[in-house]
């Protein structure tokens, strides 16, 4: 049985102590159910931290559940339309719980970054400092992704 706390937990403390980006601290918290190793994982969802390179549009830890979704409901075969319909159902629900929750799923709103500007930020990640994580909500992001992801598995995988 997946303990989705524990899972959230590990999100965090990924994103945190780890260093990860908020869509890898998602995905490494569940890739091994999915029997995906840690560091293919880890290199698949990278650059989707800061809303896809610090380009600040979809939040990374909605990206991870996402990516997540696609090993829950594979829709690898484009003719298969009822995989890519159970597909999408799942994304268009966990990113909905998400932005129910947050009131967004891009990742400038949710940073308080009202406007998108014409120059891009600097693809240079932020150091990871006290005063980070003090003004970014990030953390507790990443652990509402893991959580809400974390239900979605539990249901899949008790059906």
Not at 4 to 10: D, G, L, P, Q
């Amino acid at each position: 049985m997946i303990d989705i706390e524990e899972r959230v937990s590990k999100a965090k403390r990924l994103f945190r102590e780890g260093g990860y980006n908020c869509c890898q601290a998602v995905v490494l918290a569940y890739n091994d159910i999915f029997g995906l190793d840690d560091k293919t994982a880890a290199a698949l969802s990278s650059g989707f931290g800061g809303g896809m390179g610090r380009m600040r549009e979809v939040c990374g830890s909605v990206s991870g559940m996402v990516m997540l979704a696609g090993l829950l409901h594979p829709a690898g075969d484009p003719s298969d339309k009822a995989s890519r319909t159970a597909n999408y159902t799942l994304v268009q629900q966990v990113a909905g719980q998400f932005r129910d929750i947050n009131g967004s799923i891009v990742c400038r709103e949710l940073l308080g970054m009202t406007s998108k500007s014409a120059t891009p930020e600097s693809p240079t990640p932020s150091d990871r400092t006290e005063e980070y994580y003090k003004k970014r909500p990030c953390e507790e992001l990443v652990g509402i992704s893991a959580r809400i992801i974390g239900k979605a598995i539990i249901d899949r995988l008790e059906k």
